[in-house]
């Protein structure tokens, strides 16, 4: 087991912070994987710089969070199933994950989180931003906290704004796109407002990506409300912004972050590798 020296620097006032000194590919003890585990939980998206990850090595290290989870939409990797490759080649159009979102809410038990391994970086953009969903839940007035604490969101794999279904629809896409047909079906009933199962905090958990209705009401009554939810979760001083290197790992956690992929690097290629690590039922 390698001896290592962390050092974590915030980044942003809401959320987000660097961390160095950790070597991913060494046997990450139980010591170095609590800090890291204290910190995602103090910060909610950790940037973990300068690793040279093989795919199992990645999957070993999210497997400390929990059992991974296959994302349905894209074909895993041969050596890792459970890593997908999220690539944009120079002469695609869409991204993968360009819109806020928390990973696949359309499942009834959504990753608690993502881990996310830099291999490829355009010289300028594909930075991913980052919103704290405590903070969003925090800053609204008591009387739409006491409106939201019965509302239920009903999740749909259906919307094609993001994530696999919006690659797969990509007429060049290099990823290889799995169940399309099904998305239909895929649907999942959440509380708007979740507790942390960890921090005992309250966050926001609506989406713009996923979240279609709330539950006893029509799509149309339920838009002016989730689109005002949306805005107000990803106001600029909830957010950070990260510039990818090679060799940057980041882990957020889904349960309190939304994430945005800004796809500001047509021409150029980005290529990721991405696992999930299996949450339990939002309360
Ligand atoms: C995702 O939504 O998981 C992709 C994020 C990214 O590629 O930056």
Known sequence: MAKQNMEVRRVAGSLGADVFGVD?????????????????????????RDQNLTPPQQADFARRFGPLNE???????????????IVKEPD??????GVWHSDTTYLDDPPLGTVLYALEV??????????????????????????LSSLVGISSAALRRSGGRAKGIGKDSTMTP?????????????????????????ALYVNSAHTVSFKGMTEAESKPLIEFLCTHATRPE???????????LAIWDNRCVQHFAIND???????????TITGDRPH
């Open 238 to 248: 909830f957010t950070c912004r990260f510039k990818w290197e090679v060799g940057t």
């Open 265 to 275: 690097y047509h021409g150029e290629r980005r290529r990721m590798h991405r696992a």
């Open 24 to 48: 991913l590919s060494q046997d990450v003890g139980n010591q170095v994987y609590d800090d890291i585990h204290q910190a995602f939980l103090d910060h909610q998206v950790l940037f973990i």
């Open 71 to 85: 994302y349905p939409f894209v074909k895993g990797l041969e050596n890792a199933p459970e890593i997908i490759e």
């Open 178 to 202: 799995l169940n399309m047909d099904k998305a239909e079906a895929i649907m999942a009933e959440h509380p708007v407002v979740r507790t942390h199962p960890e921090t005992g905090r309250k």
């Open 92 to 97: 695609e159009t869409i991204n993968f994950g």
């Open 122 to 147: 355009p010289p300028a953009g594909g930075d991913t931003m980052y919103a704290n969903m405590y903070d969003a839940y925090d800053a609204l007035s008591d009387g739409m906290k006491r409106m």
